[in-house]
């Protein structure tokens, strides 16, 4: 039916269809690992930029806490009963921190995790009177001198980074903290 030289050409014409088909799967494949390698790293620097612009967004606030713990006035409040005129000079005081960092809410809370005065006494679910003993950060400012969290605002339903500072009376005793909830929304976009 076919002679031996066809039979050769027939083969030959085989092997060089099915070389040429390996060939171009490899390069297929190798193209497509190469574009999975770029895709790759242009992923990996915007996750560096953002992961940046989080950093530096969270670094802004991080000695707020730190620094309020130090106040006076907040100290006292923690160490006697408070009357209506004194919740509402604190609240305004954290509202005039709060206005010049432009951080999300801050909020003084006492050693049974009950928050005494926010920055957002005004808002209608503000921080003022709630209980937020079971909360991270406030256990960890308790416990350990400060705290951090990441998580969903109970009293708001907003998510945050929370960072929290305890407050010591003159004889180095924990009598409170304060807390700082960063608002995160423009990065999360």
């Known amino acids: 039916m076919f002679s031996s030289l066809q039979r050769g050409s027939l083969w030959a014409a085989l092997i060089l269809v099915i070389g040429s088909l390996l060939s171009m799967l490899v390069v297929g494949w190798l193209t ?6 770029n895709e790759s790293r242009v992923f990996q620097r915007q996750l560096e930029g953002r992961a940046q612009a989080l950093t530096q967004r969270v670094d802004r606030f991080r000695t707020l ?3 309020l713990a130090l106040d006076n006035e907040l100290r006292a409040a923690l160490q006697r009963p408070l009357s209506p005129e004194d919740v509402d000079a604190l609240n305004r005081k954290l509202e005039r921190a709060n206005g010049a960092t432009r951080s ?3 909020t003084l809370i006492n050693l049974d995790g009950i928050a005494i005065a926010a920055s957002n ?3 209608p679910r503000n921080n003022v ?3 937020y003993s079971y909360r991270p950060y406030v256990q960890d400012a308790l416990t350990q001198g400060s705290g951090r969290f990441y998580g969903i605002g109970t009293t708001t339903g907003e998510p945050g980074y929370f960072l929290s500072q305890a407050i010591y009376d003159n004889e180095g005793t924990i009598i409170g903290l304060i807390a700082i909830k960063i608002a995160l929304q423009e990065l999360e976009r």
């Open 32 to 37: 497509w690992q190469q574009a999975l390698h």
């Open 65 to 67: 806490p730190e620094v």
């Open 104 to 106: 999300s809410t801050l």
């Open 121 to 123: 006494w005004r808002a």
């Open 129 to 131: 009177g709630e209980n």
